[in-house]
């Protein structure tokens, strides 16, 4: 019997190779969309779950309560913090600080310098973590306080093939090299990991790294703090104890006054958490994984709705094969049985292809959503397949199975068979809902590309092309102070300034403690203001040359000037936002609204420009050359980059790399040693759109699936149509229709559809694509144009589609049509 | 073998009734090879497909082997009607993706038969109808006559007591109608109860009896008997 199906099932597929092949080939792309995008998912959901015990892995979190009742959260915690935890919660097993700092690291060999990100942790981060260790004693490698454990990438990269164990590095600590002696290898961090190091040194550092009062600091925080709770210890319980904890600590005083409290976030809600401020952990944003994971079953879905219209369509001729079956004794439950194996056939052979073509697409789409995933065929994998393949037939199998083993062998056999309104009415309107979901895409499509060429052209108040930002890599420790770290910087500029005045292609050079590279990265500062009310500003230390480099255009006053010798001590300049912030009529000479702060004088307004991305709107700025000013009135700081300063290039070449060549040159005689770290302002600024980037890259590709997909389908439909209407098509010719009223006739029917399709579409794609626009402060407005270019592109590949087959009906002969009947 | 009594056929489309059979009285014994005629839309399928079990009458009494038609269930319909119902049809309705002894063997599948026996009984058809050397090719590569054959040779494989032909011949020339119509007599000799419908008297010739429809209504029966 099962054979008898089987052959049956073949010859079909073999008789019906146009349809077969849309079947097949559609849900094979659908599958192997749903494979990727599954196996990107799943890799997101699996962050951190490959530790042994990522139930017990806590991380901690601490709030702070501002006097205007705002609450700040953060996960970079006090250096003090791991210590308490150890003395008066017994719950907690094992603990580790992680401090973060960029140097330089060189291994003896080797003269070059290499810019290394390095990580200060506890003996216990190797406890609390599984990552692996390929070579070294884990009892003893953390012993001596100037040992160094690297990751296998690290020592390949240092030391090649040799055996790092017992090597060198020298690393520069507070302005001076010292000899580290690698005594451990670990395996590379997983790709799912939120945690990732290279280069691990023992805590003992750390009083190197950070000012000596930070260590009994509450308030002062460098990098978060990760514990391992005990077996059967309970997070939620901890609460009260650690108000009690820090009302030892702090003193019960101090406590209230700031409403300090602390909390564990459980390290497997980090990866996929941002409400909590992500620190050195990678966090993404959940809804990207929802939207892709949504995408997936949509385009899974359309070429589950194909195998479905294809085989309503093909009712007709397997129809009177179930009347013969039912009168040849067959029951209902053998058809059924029939025809559900029928579509797990084809779906098996779908799930095949598309494990084939996932694997041949897996580079792509690595490429394309920035990830280094592998295909691993586990046992569990295998099942899900196999769930996958039921489910999928299921669906797709759902119309012959339970409709067409219904039919009455007496009128299928009669040919009395009509797939009557309410069956064409299932068919046109899976059509429907196949082109509103291909739309729909094209929508999201059309706006998220639209948002994101807006950004890129958008005039962000300064000039961006041509202007190169070099770090000075000038050591911003504890043990020097800011305005040290600037005079270093206007030195080295002179010197730079004075070595490069031949070389050709750069026009202007300034110093400045940020540039545009470093988004988000600029001085929050804040400070009470004369009515004791909390202020905030952003801030930034630059020099006389800074607003000429970077084409910042002033719209009141003046620019700093170096005749002016006042101008260096006291002379503020202001963007417009500010002005506007405190509503200064006459800007000019003003000061900041701040007791605290020294003598100052606004002395120019330069036009709003953004300085931090396109996300956020542009907050009151304020710019001087003398760090004093800014640090005299403030009560708080913020700063997510290194205060030290950076050096901006404004070129004027048509021969870039040539220019490029003699900055570096310049650089190696001024600061030789210095790694040269440079970055175009253009380039960084695109960085910041990656998500979005990756995020139309991939919405993309999925609704250039979906609609093929949803494209062939309408093409067996459509060749369906005409098959059942070359009898009238034939008459109509015979009695003088011209060929483009008949291709008109036809095209006329899914022209309907589609346009049925965008009426429901639009409001729907409408809705969630203002609210993705709601991310951006500076957006677009999706006005008709979108929303006519989406309908007009389905239609258009729908017409494409349709006209193709009316074409070929028109051109047969009429004598030939006719006679076939 | 079969009774019919005061059987009606009719379709209700809005406030009209049509009728497609009226009061129809007739009586079948085992071994009597029937022929229904009568002009086209006077309800002779319809009868045909009442008898056969593949539609229900709207009202009157069907007895088959004495069991009550009209009160079976749809298990036992199907099957009495796996086990004493052939069909044969004017259009083969052959399936023209299996062979032609898949074809044969199909009917068996649906009754469970064991693979060796199968194999046994789908031999002994092809040999008695001649189509041994055919039995690999699919129905589109057959002529009409040779579909014919291979669709009588499917509709007795299971042995039915009552074999039920409409138009048999309808789409054969004369030759090959004959053929099909030998092969009934030979059948009808051997104990199986034919009713076939035909349009053509000397089709009819073959049979033992005539039932006359005309719409819906039978006008005359047997009339050999006068």
């Known amino acids: 019997m099962i054979k008898n199906y089987f052959k049956i099932a073949l010859r079909n597929l073999f008789k019906h190779k146009v349809y077969s092949f849309i079947n097949i080939f559609g849900l094979a792309v659908g599958i192997a969309c749903c494979l990727l995008i599954g196996l990107y998912v799943q890799n997101e959901w699996s962050y951190d779950t490959f530790h042994s015990n990522s139930d017990r892995i806590y991380r901690a ?58 990580l200060v942790v506890h003996n216990d981060f190797f406890d609390i973590f599984d990552f692996e260790l390929i070579s070294g004693d884990r009892e003893t490698m953390f012993q001596n306080p100037s040992s160094v454990v690297i990751s296998r990438e690290t020592a390949e990269r240092f030391f090649g093939s040799d055996n790092p164990l017992q090597q060198t590095l020298s690393i520069r600590i507070d302005d001076e090299f010292q000899s580290f002696s690698v005594t451990g290898v670990l395996e590379n961090a997983p790709s799912n990991s939120s945690l990732e190091y290279s280069i691990l040194l023992p805590n003992e550092n750390l009083d190197r790294l950070v000012g000596e009062n930070s260590f009994n600091s509450w ?26 904890m820090l009302q030892t600590v702090l003193g019960e005083e101090l406590q209230s006054e700031t409403n300090f409290a602390i909390g564990l976030q459980p390290l497997t809600d980090i990866h996929l958490n941002p409400e909590f401020p992500p620190n050195i952990a990678s966090v993404s944003d959940p809804a990207y994984s929802y939207l892709l994971a949504a995408i997936a079953l949509l385009i899974l879905f359309i070429a589950c709705v194909n195998f479905m219209t294809l085989s309503i369509s093909k009712s007709a001729s397997r129809a009177r094969e179930v009347g013969i079956r039912k009168t040849m004794g067959a029951i209902r439950q053998h058809l059924m049985a029939q025809f559900w194996g029928e579509a797990l056939m084809m779906t098996v052979l779908a799930i095949t292809v598309g494990v084939a073509f996932s694997e041949l697409l897996l580079p792509l789409f690595n490429d394309l959503s920035g990830t280094s995933l592998e295909f691993q065929l586990t046992l569990g994998s295998i099942g899900i397949l196999a769930g996958l393949a039921i489910l999928i037939s299921l669906i797709a199998g759902i119309y012959p199975a339970l409709i067409l083993s219904g039919f009455r062998p007496v009128e299928v056999l009669k040919g009395h068979l009509n797939l ?22 094209i929508f999201g499509t059309i706006t998220v590309h639209r948002q994101l060429s807006f950004m890129q052209n958008k005039n962000l108040g300064y000039q961006t092309g041509q202007v190169v930002v070099v770090e000075s890599g000038l050591s911003a420790g504890p043990s020097v102070p800011m305005s040290e770290l600037i005079q270093n910087g206007y030195q080295m500029r002179d010197l730079i300034a004075n070595e490069i ?29 004369n009515q004791n009310q909390q202020q905030n500003l952003h801030a930034n ?20 000037s170096d005749v002016n010798p006042s101008d260096e001590r006291r002379a503020m300049i202001v963007n417009q936002s500010l002005v506007d912030y405190f509503g200064w009529e006459n800007p000019i000479g003003r000061r900041l609204p701040g007791p605290e702060f020294i003598d100052h004088e606004v002395i120019g307004v330069v036009e709003d420009f953004h300085y931090e991305s396109l996300h956020t709107e542009i907050d009151p700025l304020a710019m001087t050359m003398n760090p004093e000013i800014i640090f005299s009135g403030i009560n708080n700081i913020m700063l997510s980059n290194s205060p030290s300063p950076r050096f901006s290039f404004k070129l004027n070449t048509g021969n870039l790399s040539k220019t490029m060549a003699s900055i570096q040159n310049v650089w190696e005689t001024v600061s030789p040693g210095t790694p040269f770290n440079y970055t175009f302002v253009d380039q960084s600024l695109e960085a910041q759109y990656r998500q979005e980037q990756r995020l139309s890259r991939i919405v993309t590709t999925g609704s250039f699936f979906a609609i093929i997909i949803a494209c062939l389908g309408l093409f067996g439909l459509a060749s369906l149509m005409v098959l059942r209407r070359t009898k009238e098509i034939g008459v109509r010719k015979v009695l003088g229709a011209t060929s483009s009223s008949i291709v008109l006739l036809v095209n006329k029917e899914f022209t309907k559809l589609v346009l049925i399709a965008f009426v429901i579409a639009v409001p729907v794609a409408w809705y969630f694509m203002s609210s993705w626009l709601q991310n951006f402060a500076y957006r677009i407005d999706i006005g008709l144009g979108i929303i006519l270019l989406a309908g007009i592109s389905a239609l258009v590949v729908a017409w494409l589609t349709v006209s193709y087959q009316s074409v070929k009906a028109t051109l047969v002969n009429p004598v030939d049509s006719l006679r076939s009947e | ?60 009494e ?91 040779a499917r509709a007795i494989i299971g042995s039915p007591k009552l074999l039920l032909a409409d138009e048999p011949t309808g789409n054969l020339h004369s030759e090959q109608s004959e053929e099909i119509m030998e092969m009934f007599t030979k059948l009808n000799k051997e104990g199986v109860t034919i009713i076939q419908v035909t349009h053509s008297e000397k089709m009819a010739g073959y049979g033992n009896r005539i039932v006359n429809l005309k719409d819906g209504v039978v006008v005359e029966e047997n009339p050999y008997d006068e």
């Open chain 1, 219 to 244: 308030f002062n925080i460098f990098g978060p703090t990760y514990v391992l709770l005990a077996e059967n210890a309970e997070s939620d319980a901890l609460d009260a104890k650690f108000q009690s």
């Open chain 1, 501 to 529: 005045s031949g070389a050709q292609g750069v026009e202007s050079i300034s110093v400045s403690t940020f540039s545009p590279v470093q988004v988000f990265g600029w001085f929050r500062i804040g400070f009470s203001d």
């Open chain 2, 62 to 152: 069907y007895f088959f082997l004495d069991e009550p038609v009209h009160n079976l269930t749809e298990k036992r319909k199907s099957d009495y009607h796996k086990s004493h119902i052939g069909f044969v049809f004017q259009a083969y309705h052959l399936i023209d993706e299996l062979t032609v002894y898949e074809n044969i063997e199909m009917p068996l599948l649906y009754r469970k038969v064991k693979s060796k026996k199968r194999k046994a009984m789908v031999a002994e058809m092809l040999d008695r109808f001649n189509i041994v050397a055919k039995k690999d090719l699919f129905p589109p590569q057959l002529s009409g006559g040779q579909q014919q054959v291979v669709g009588v």
């Open chain 1, 420 to 441: 009557s309104a309410d069956k064409s009415f299932f068919r046109q309107s899976m059509v429907v809902l196949q082109f509103s979901l291909s739309i729909a895409l």
């Open chain 2, 1 to 60: 073998m079969i009774k019919l009594k005061k059987i009606y056929k009719y379709i209700d489309k809005r406030f009209q009734r049509t009728f497609i059979l009226k009061d129809i009285d007739l009586e079948v014994k085992e071994g009597d090879f029937i022929t229904v005629m009568g002009p086209s839309g006077a309800g002779k399928s319809t009868l045909l497909n009442i008898l056969g079990f593949l539609d229900d009458a709207s009202e009157g």
């Open chain 1, 61 to 118: 979190w601490t709030t702070e309560t501002m006097e205007d009742g705002r609450e700040l959260l953060n996960t970079s915690t006090p250096i003090p913090l791991r210590q308490a935890l150890e003395e008066y919660i017994p719950e907690i097993e094992k603990s580790t600080y992680i401090f973060r700092f960029n140097n330089l690291v060189q291994a003896p060999e080797r003269p070059d310098q290499q810019n290394e990100q390095m």
């Open chain 1, 541 to 560: 230390v630059i020099d006389a040359e800074f607003i000429n480099t970077l084409g910042i255009e002033i719209i009141q006053g003046r620019n700093f």
